[in-house]
């Protein structure tokens, strides 16, 4: 990958909708260059995909968690079993696997805590203290 092939990364990965001539005014080379740089950097999965960018505020989830996982016994299934809760009012963007004492880290979005009537403050170390309607 050279100094160009790297320009183009950091372009794509800034704007991904860039168009080839677009990227070309930038880069001292022709639009059919480039298509041939960015489809080579595709065969070889620099470039896996383009994406938006959601701003999840703007749909009612300002809050990002970062969440540690562990559980009682140890099995496979727990990342399933976070995987199919029903929780529509949090979306989990990622889950990473970890050793130690925490298996599993899901970073997740929802929305702001509610402190609901009869219930205690906020405490992280209780679960689904957000109140949010999981089951």
Known sequence: MDIIDQQLVHLLAENGRMTHEELA???????PS???????????????????RID?????????????VTNREKSDDTATALLHLNCPAAVIEECYGMTGQWCLSPNGLGPQPVKQKGRRDYDPYQPNEFGLPCH
């Open 34 to 52: 480039v298509h041939e740089r960015v489809k080579r950097l595709e065969a070889h999965s620099v470039i896996r995909g383009y994406h938006a």
């Open 56 to 68: 999840w505020s703007t749909l009612g989830q300002p809050l990002t968690a970062f969440i540690w």
């Open 25 to 31: 005014r930038v880069v001292p080379l022709s639009r």
